[in-house]
T-cell receptor, first 113, second 114 residues
């Protein structure tokens, strides 16, 4: 079956530090990959996505590249801000005609001034 | 444009009680789904629907029922609540065409079963 493994948290960084959150996956076929973000007290929002190998998704300074050879989709940001404090979820959809997301367990990021 | 709305925001139930969590969307999305979020577990799919009159089970369907009589609404029913159903519940929707991979989530319902 499908599964997503992401680095354990919580992660605490100082403002302007570099962020990496690792994500690897197991899936049948060629999945589409996503990063969702959940701000405190809110639902999840799509942060970025990539639908085929070597695609790079980007949004709000965050980037992730779909690496088929390493089955990875690591999230990066060059300079984090306090407002980036949230829980980040890696997820995938796999299978023709499927809309079902499989999520990782989430990584909580806290950015301190 | 309200997006995906969920009611109530918070609910406390006693073991054995029943209730319905409401979910509605105003984006004319065909696909709707329910997830539960538990600490250290991520989100797990409970039930989903690809259109009015069509529902199917996800990863953790036991103890929950759904129906989809309209495109807009997708209620989740707990027939006899158990403490193991204490969780935060999220409803999501997406189109099944075009930008089909963007799923929109509601703000969640925090349920406690005592």
């Amino acid at each position: 079956g499908n599964s997503v493994t992401q680095m354990e948290g919580p992660v605490t960084l100082s403002e302007e530090a570099f962020l990496t959150i690792n994500c690897t996956y197991t899936a049948t076929g060629y999945p589409s990959l996503f990063w969702y973000v959940q701000y405190p007290g809110e639902g999840l929002q799509l942060l970025l996505k990539a639908t085929k190998a070597d695609d790079k998704g980007s949004n709000k300074g965050f980037e992730a590249t779909y690496r088929k050879e390493t089955t990875s989709f690591h999230l990066e940001k060059g300079s984090v801000q306090v407002s980036d404090s949230a829980v980040y979820f890696c997820a995938l959809i796999s299978g023709a005609g499927s809309y079902q997301l499989t999520f990782g367990k989430g990584t909580k990021l806290s950015v301190i001034p | 444009n309200a997006g995906v709305t969920q009611t109530p925001k918070f609910q406390v139930l006693k073991t054995g009680q029943s209730m319905t969590l409401q979910c509605a969307q105003d984006m004319n999305h065909e696909y709707m789904s329910w997830y539960r979020q538990d600490p250290g577990m991520g989100l797990r799919l409970i039930h989903y629907s690809v259109g009015a009159g069509i529902t199917d089970q996800g990863e953790v369907p036991n103890g929950y029922n759904v129906s989809r009589s309209t495109t807009e609404d997708f209620p989740l029913r707990l027939l006899s609540a158990a403490p193991s159903q204490t969780s935060v519940y999220f409803c999501a929707s997406s189109s099944t065409g075009g930008n089909m991979y963007e799923q929109y989530f509601g703000p969640g319902t925090r349920l406690t079963v005592t």
